[in-house]
Every structure is written in C-alpha cells, then in structure tokens.
C-alpha cells in the first residue's frame, strides 16, 4: 500500500508565478490536511479537506492560496501570484476519517517551494 | 488554540547516551503523534500515543493525558538519531506541532 504522495518534491518559482502542489492520499483515505513549514520553524496547519469539501481553512492565508480535492484525482494547493515569503516546505497528510476519531495522519514527503 | 510546548529546544549527545524529550500541551486532545524529521527533511511518524506507553527498539513513548504531556525517551543514540523531533496533538481534525527538539548525536 503506498504511502501518502506529493509532487513535484522540489520546485522553484520566481515571484508573480503560480505554484501548484499535489497530494495523493493513501488508498482508501477520504481526508486531507495541508500544512507548512517555514524555514527553521515546526509545521502549521492550513487546510483540512474531504472529497469536494473543505471542513477547516482557518490556516490559510486570505489571499493568494486555495484548496481543492475534488472527486477524482489528488488534492492540490494552489498559491497564486508567489511571493519570496512562500518560500517553505509543504506537507499533505491523510487519514481514512475524522482524526478526531483517534485515526493517525499519515504524511507525505513534502514539496519543498523555493521563490527566486 | 491549543498551544503545545517543547523541551528542550536543542539537545546534543554523546553516541550512547539516553535521552529524554517532554511535550506539553494545553488541553484535552483527542490524538498525539511523535515525529522526527531527518536532516532530508522527511518527516517520519514514530509513535501515535493518545495515553499509555509504547515501545519501538531504542524508542520509548509515554503519554499522560490527565496530566497532559508526553516523553520520548531514545536510549543508546545514534549518529542516525539526529534530526528535529516534532510532537503534534489532534483535536477537531487538525494537528498542532510544537516547535520540535532539535538532537545532535555526535559520534
């Protein structure tokens, strides 16, 4: 069973530039979490997602940042118009239902985004 | 919020040596994980605890949720231990990281 997915693991914009990351949750996991680590700093949490729904965005930034995770494919976080203090590692995990429920996050290996 | 306090910030050992890393956090939570995150920066799940003890290997965790906080004890570390160490507590979905133990194995 493949672990929790996310491509590309590097990538490099300059600013003004549109970043798309992507997430592919284990098999038979229906939610996703996005969070972000900036340099030096643990992670924060941005976004929780199910299927064509997001449950929580209070960690994401207002503007320039969105999430979906429709029916079929992966979840994607797009951040428009970057920004050199985008510049951070993100990290997606997934869980086969509300982690409340005592379910453990599963997380991927992060897109490391570099802003020139 | 709830807040989620590491100790100690940095930590650095002898190859051999025990150690022990404490997480507090602020309120009842429904889940806690411990992580360590390699100087490649991949982030590696090590244990979920939300009470009780647990063993893996050299490893060791314990969580009293009464008292909310948790230890990780590494016994006999290695140069290979070195990294960040990252508590998180889950409550409603999302997961609050504290700011890690950053561990320094020298050989």
């Known amino acids: 069973n493949a672990g929790v997915m996310q491509n590309p693991r590097h990538l490099v914009r300059r600013r003004g530039q549109e970043a798309r990351l992507r997430c592919s949750p284990m098999?038979?996991?229906?939610?996703v979490y996005w969070y972000r680590q900036l340099p030096e700093e643990g992670l924060k949490f941005m976004v929780y997602?199910?299927?064509?729904?997001?449950?929580?965005e209070s960690g994401m930034p207002k503007e320039r940042f969105s999430a979906e995770f429709p029916k079929e494919g992966p979840s994607i976080l797009r951040i428009q118009q970057v920004v050199r203090g985008d510049s951070a590692a993100y990290f997606c995990?997934?869980?086969?239902?509300?982690?409340?429920?005592?379910?453990?996050?599963?997380f991927g290996p992060g897109t490391r985004l570099l802003v020139l | 919020g709830i807040q989620v306090e590491q100790s100690p910030p940095d930590l650095i050992l002898q190859e051999g040596a025990n150690s022990t890393l404490r997480c507090n956090f602020s309120?009842?939570?429904?889940?806690l994980q411990w992580f360590h995150q390699n100087p490649w920066g991949q982030l590696i799940n090590l244990f979920y605890?939300?009470?009780g003890t647990k063993q893996n290997g050299r490893l060791s965790a314990t969580t009293v949720a009464t008292e909310r906080y948790s230890l990780l004890y590494i016994s006999s570390s290695q140069t290979t231990d070195s990294g960040v160490y990252f508590c998180?507590?889950?409550?409603?979905?999302?997961?609050?990281f504290g700011d890690g133990t950053t561990l320094t194995v020298k050989p």
């Open positions: 995990a997934s869980s086969p239902r509300y982690s409340g429920r005592q379910e453990t996050q599963y």
């Open positions: 098999k038979g996991h229906s939610h």
């Open positions: 997602l199910q299927k064509e729904n997001i449950i929580d």
């Open positions: 309120d009842s939570v429904n889940n």
């Open positions: 605890i939300p009470s």
């Open positions: 998180a507590v889950n409550y409603a979905g999302k997961s609050t």
